[in-house]
């Protein structure tokens, strides 16, 4: 280890739909001076920009990145930049460029600089032969890109924590909904496209079909189980600290539909599955944080209802 670690926070893709809503939460928690937000957009106006210190940062570059590390006095980074599974399909190269030599980058400066890492995996994880309840021991055979790179994390994870000492842990986030950021191109995003078509048209034309049942999340739970499991103690954290499976609530996308239509009157969802249909058949129905439960505590709060209610509450109060 090369020097003493600050005390401050990096969040990598900040301004992306987890990113938002984690660095928010972090400013309010610790304070706003205390959250440096990066990403390698530029949009001036987005809150995690004006709301706090910000920095132009690219993950796959080593010598920037180390330069922000000690320059903003960094101890923990919440590494969010990645491409995700769709956009990662159409753009394979570069979905491994950024989501593997990214997270290498990340790892590096936490062995240089003596950092506590969080580094998420994802239920893309899993392939078609893993069980449709998914335990947290499986045998990881993902088939798209996507799911490939998060192996690839998961395992750097733990060897960094083996090798090194490096303190990095991460959740296997299932498909996540959220009013307060567009979604970045997942499999999952019709499960945040349908409220926005909702209150906008009436009509949602859903890209999977009505059976599809995938785990899901609010993303109100997420950020918690994220802060909970950064809060747990090392010595809490075991064999799964590179991808804790963490469970929200499965339902499948007609349910989703017809649980927006009793909230919005005259809903109309049609179901015309493409390419995507494909990525969602090879995940698990539902998954299982017996391990998550008990390392650290995980419990959900949002059921469906829950969800929509939040969600639909939450669209309404931002379009006023």
């Known amino acids: 280890m090369a020097d003493t670690p600050g005390s401050r926070i990096l969040v990598t893709g900040a301004l992306g739909q987890i990113g938002t809503e984690l660095t928010e939460t972090l400013r309010e928690r610790y304070g706003a001076d205390a959250v440096v937000a990066s990403d390698v957009r530029d949009l001036p106006d987005h809150p995690c920009v004006v709301g706090g210190p910000y920095r132009n940062l690219s993950v796959i570059d080593a010598d920037a990145f180390d330069r922000v590390v000690v320059e903003e006095g960094i101890g923990t980074v919440y590494h969010l930049a990645a491409i995700l599974s ?3 399909e159409k753009k394979p190269e570069l979905c491994e460029r950024i989501n593997v030599g990214g997270t290498v980058t990340v790892l590096e ?3 240089k600089h003596s950092l506590r890492v969080y580094a998420p995996s994802s239920i893309a994880v899993f392939g078609p032969d893993a069980p449709k309840h998914a335990p947290q021991e499986c045998t990881l055979n993902p088939t798209t890109t996507y799911g ?3 192996v690839t994390g998961e395992r750097l994870a733990m060897n960094y924590w083996k090798q090194y000492g490096v303190d990095v842990r991460g959740i296997r986030y299932p498909g996540l909904v959220s009013y307060k950021a567009p979604a970045g191109g997942g499999t999952t995003d019709y499960a945040v496209d349908i409220f926005h078509h909702a209150l906008e ?4 034309d859903c890209f999977v079909r009505g059976d599809t049942r995938l ?5 109100a739970d997420a950020i918690r ?13 075991g064999t799964a600290r590179g991808g804790y499976n963490i469970s929200g609530c499965s339902f499948t996308a007609t349910e989703l539909a017809e649980a927006v239509g009793a909230r919005v009157s005259g809903f109309t969802c049609d179901f015309l599955p493409d390419v995507r ?15 998550a439960q008990a ?12 969800m929509c209610d939040a969600m639909i509450a939450g669209l309404q109060s931002s379009s006023i």
């Open 295 to 306: 390392d650290w505590g995980w419990v959900a709060e949002y059921d469906l209802e829950a």
């Open 225 to 237: 189980a994220t802060i909970a499991l950064m809060d747990a103690p090392v010595e809490a954290i």
């Open 215 to 219: 785990p899901m999340m609010y993303m």
């Open 201 to 204: 048209t009436g009509h949602y």
């Open 277 to 291: 249909q494909k990525y969602a058949d090879s995940w698990p129905d539902s998954v299982d944080d017996e391990a």
């Open 109 to 111: 400066a936490a062995r």
């Open 148 to 150: 490939k790179t998060k």
């Open 86 to 88: 769709a956009t990662g």
